[in-house]
């Protein structure tokens, strides 16, 4: 049932055509307000004494008319048959007598009954009865702004919408009348004839055929009182007689449509309509008006989406509706023929003859199942469908926020059931989101999230497992999990989420997209260099070395490709995810600075003291916690909306039932970095991902910026990327926290799927620009501006062009190159030994003492170095397993010589 849920969940229906049709929601009113009117009429009471008497008078002069026709009989009679007609006549009368007496006895029986037990106390007021009904869950039109509903919510498998009778098609209304109570338009609440029928064969133990009008179902399905004895049916005539002298026909005939259940957890026209035939009731056809009512008699008989036994039982049912409307002339041969003859499609793909022609009615593979041929086969006898969850990652992450929001406005607490359990406050409003009718307004882009569900459910598209042991002892394969979340960078709108690989397989299941992770590295662009570029203590030119450090006695901590390169300028450093040097960044700028930057700035709610404390997890990700891909996304996205961060969000508004705004998610956004620290980060990113680790998440035709992430062990993998349109961060993981080995970045490969499909469409566009920003030709070794020995430097040029802020540039000449007076052996792979005449740097690094196992590849460049030279060959796999982190680290502060800024 849940699967078929999930078809007729994505159709959409205008806020246009359909909040005119809604009546309110939640548990409310069977009938609107402008309906409700009590009509002035005697009361039941008067119309069963009225009764009594007439049938009193008739009996009374039929009796008088009798005996004036024996009187003249009597006359013309000999005396012998006066006689026998006089012992006659006494016989009649004392029958006709006994009749009156009897009849006028039970009438005033009757009366006493409905008195004493009825009256005033069973009556059904429908303006006054509360019906449930759904949640309704909308999403924008992103070319038309315009509000579209996408999904229903509910409790207690009751999914209902409530429209008006004038949006319900006529062919839909006649085809109810038809088949449930023809006489239903000059009946005034009860068919005699059926009910005597009925309460007949109650009495002698046969099963009630019949007999119902529409006014009784009506009643029946608004009280829930469906016992089968004479005293409820009884009551519902009784409460059929006196709730058709309150409402008119229309009224009652509306409220039957949406009361009266469809199978599927559909109850009413509305949801039918969509859950059948994935469209709005306003627009069905007459052939599809008589299906849909044919289901209302035996859901798991007439549900034509359950199997082909079903579906024939539904075609033959739709052809005796169309035959009463033709017969009690409802519609022409012509309509009925034309009925008869549409193959009407099913939201399953299946018509109603049983071809298959897929979903949207253009397929043409054949048909996957055989149509029954044996009349007593039932749904039992065919394989039961997968159950899968109704909601999609985004839904169900989007109604804990609106939960978390309810709980805090109006101040939920936990209760204690009278079971004992407790009832807590996150589940209590967990059920008012769905039990309430609240119109929610989300962010999600239904295009989008289907694009990023097509990729992670095809494991193909993930094609890494691993096994490991559970508590029984057993070796069990594990898929690897994947975890996403796309947001708009000038909103914060989430468009689209996934909390796991394949497809969701229920609801209220764990989702890795919102429960915090391990990033790794991919947190360096956010926790170091941009807090550390906004505040000048580096700028876009400055130089970092990549050398080690002592720690807690031990050398730490190491890159991904195992060396020790030396000198770098920043975008090198970061294109290569160097973590010595964004240890050594994050030190001069301030570990605590920087725990603060992420919370207070960038909006992140799962970082702890202790990460506060630990340059380790602020500098390389390794956090006590770790962080959401929500929380990723939108941190990147800042870089997007030049600096300014927008909080991500997943819901603008919510609306009671009777369309107050009870929830108004705001965006809430903060100023960040600089502009100009945002255009610079943009520039960096761009080129770590293009040229550095994140080159797997390239796709043509689109400016793509972003940053890789890997932990110890290489227990988790991180994406955190973004275009000029949105922000999308991945992680990837075990459950049972395996090593993955996988080739490449599996998250920057998801990435590059998706991204590249919702972009297909979107053009191409560089980032932001903006002034301050100034491009400056400098030494790579230095950070300084260049001097003419640079770019003689014995290894070659060392100038560059440097993007740097126009109030954070260098000023200074370089002073570290010496005269080109400078003989050295440069040594390549092979052995081959040139002699190059240049200069070299004038520095002196700090060793590390003890340590001479550490090599650093720039030293033979230094005044007293040696000479040799490595790195020629530059190991490519930067995302191998690696210590981005490391847990045992304390307050003590690390040696900071080497920075250069």
């Keep these: 049932m849940s699967l078929i849920l999930g078809r007729y969940a994505n159709m959409p229906l205008t806020v246009q055509s359909h909040n005119r049709n809604i009546k309110e929601k939640g548990r409310c009113p069977v009938l609107s307000e402008n309906k409700r009117r009590r009509s002035s009429s005697p009361d039941f009471m008067g119309r069963i004494r009225q009764s009594a008497r007439h049938i009193e008078t008739e009996a009374k002069e039929g009796a008088r008319r009798v005996q004036h026709e024996a009187q003249e009989r009597v006359r013309n009679m000999t005396p012998q048959q006066k006689n026998g007609w006089r012992k006659a006549g006494r016989i009649i009368g004392t029958l006709l007598l006994v009749f009156v007496v009897t009849l006028t006895i039970f009438s005033g029986i009757f009366m006493a009954y409905i008195n004493s037990t009825m009256r005033g106390k069973v009556e059904v007021y429908l303006d006054e009865f509360e019906t449930k009904v759904s949640t309704e869950l909308y999403s924008q039109d992103p070319d038309t702004g315009e509000w579209v509903m996408y999904q229903t919510l509910y409790l207690n498998s009751e999914n209902r919408i409530w429209t008006d009778l004038e949006d319900i098609p006529k062919y839909l209304q006649e085809a109810a009348i038809a088949i449930e109570d023809k006489r239903f338009e000059k009946h005034h609440g009860v068919d005699w004839k059926g009910t005597t029928r009925a309460i007949v064969y109650t009495l002698f133990g046969k099963n009630v055929q019949g007999g119902s009008t529409i006014t009784q179902q009506l009643v029946k399905n608004v009280t829930g009182d469906n016992e089968v004895t004479v005293k409820r049916k009884i009551t519902e005539i009784y409460r059929a007689l006196e709730l058709e002298k309150r409402y008119e026909k229309d009224e009652i005939l509306e409220a039957y449509l949406n009361e009266v259940f469809f199978g599927q957890s559909c109850y009413g026209v509305v949801t039918a309509s969509r859950m059948y035939f994935n469209k709005d009731v306003s627009d069905l056809t007459l052939a599809e008006c008589a299906s849909l009512m044919g289901i209302t008699n035996n859901p798991s008989m007439y549900d034509p989406t359950l199997s082909s036994w079903t579906r024939e039982n539904n075609r033959e049912r739709q052809l005796t509706i169309l035959g009463a409307m033709l017969e009690q002339e409802k519609i022409s041969q012509e309509e009925y023929d034309e009925a008869k003859a549409e193959d009407i499609v099913f939201s399953n793909g299946f018509t109603i003859s049983g071809k298959y022609v897929g979903s949207d009615g253009t397929a043409t593979e054949p048909e996957p199942e055989e149509p029954s041929t044996d009349d007593t086969e039932s749904p039992a006898d065919e394989e039961e469908p997968t159950i899968k969850g109704r909601y999609s990652w985004f839904t169900e992450a989007m109604i ?302 689109m400016h793509i910026a972003g940053k890789t992430g890997s932990t110890n062990s290489n227990k988790d993998r991180y994406f955190a990327g973004y275009t000029p349109y949105y922000s999308c961060a991945v992680w990837a993981g075990y459950e049972h926290n395996q090593r993955i080995v996988a080739s490449g970045n599996p998250c920057a490969v998801i990435f590059q799927k998706v991204m590249k499909a919702i972009h297909e469409d979107l053009p191409d566009k560089d980032f932001f620009s903006c002034a301050g920003l100034t491009s400056v030709a400098v030494c790579a070794d230095s950070g300084m501006l260049a001097s003419e020995n640079c770019a003689l430097d014995v290894r070659g040029s060392r100038v560059y062009t440097a993007l740097v802020a126009a109030d954070n540039a260098p000023t200074s000449v370089c002073t570290m190159h010496t005269a080109p007076s400078y003989t050295v052996n440069m040594a390549d792979s092979d052995g081959n030994v040139t002699t190059v005449t240049g200069s070299v740097l004038n520095y002196q690094r700090e060793l590390i003492a003890g340590h001479d196992e550490i090599v650093v590849e720039d030293a033979f460049m230094m005044l007293g170095g040696w000479n040799g030279f490595f790195g020629d060959e530059e190991d490519e796999d930067f995302n191998m397993p690696n210590g981005d982190h490391d847990d045992t680290m304390d307050d003590s502060v690390p040696d900071m010589s080497g920075f250069l800024g």
Aim: proline share 3%; with cysteine.
């Design 400 to 701: 804990g926020d609106v939960a978390d929001a309810l709980v805090e406005k109006y101040g939920i607490t936990d209760k204690v059931r009278d079971n004992g359990t407790t009832y807590t406050a996150y589940e209590q409003a967990w059920d008012m989101v769905h039990g309430k009718g609240y119109k929610i307004y989300t962010t999600q882009n239904p295009k989008y999230q289907k694009i990023a569900e097509d990729v992670c459910y095809d494991l193909s598209n993930i094609p890494y497992t691993s096994s490991y042991t559970n508590s029984a002892g057993e070796q069990v394969e594990d898929q690897l999990q994947i975890a996403l979340t796309i947001v708009d960078p000038t909103n914060g709108y989430v468009v689209a989420m996934i909390g796991g690989a394949g497809e969701k397989q229920a609801d209220r299941v764990w989702n890795w997209a919102v429960n915090a992770r391990q990033c790794g590295s991919a947190i360096k662009p956010l926790s170091t260099y941009a807090p550390a570029l906004d505040d000048g203590t580096i700028n876009g030119a400055s130089v970092i070395d990549d050398y080690p450090m002592l720690l807690n006695g031990d050398v730490w901590p190491r890159n991904d490709n195992w060396r020790y390169q030396g000198l770098m300028p920043l975008h090198l450093a970061l294109r290569q995810s160097l973590n010595t040097c964004a240890v050594r960044t994050n030190l001069a700028y301030g570990v605590d600075r920087s725990y603060e930057f992420l919370v207070n700035k960038l909006g992140f709610e799962n970082l702890t003291y202790t990460d506060s404390q630990q340059v380790g997890n602020m500098a390389l990700g390794g956090f006590e916690k770790g962080v959401t891909t929500e929380e990723m996304a939108a941190g990147f996205a800042t870089f997007v909306n030049e600096g300014v961060y927008t909080k991500p969000r997943t819901f603008v508004r919510v609306e009671d039932a009777n369309g107050n705004v009870i929830l108004e998610n705001e965006a809430q956004s903060t100023v960040a970095m600089k502009n100009t620290t945002a255009a610079l980060m943009n520039s960096l990113l761009q080129e770590a991902s293009l040229q550095g680790t994140g080159y797997q998440a390239q796709f043509p035709g």
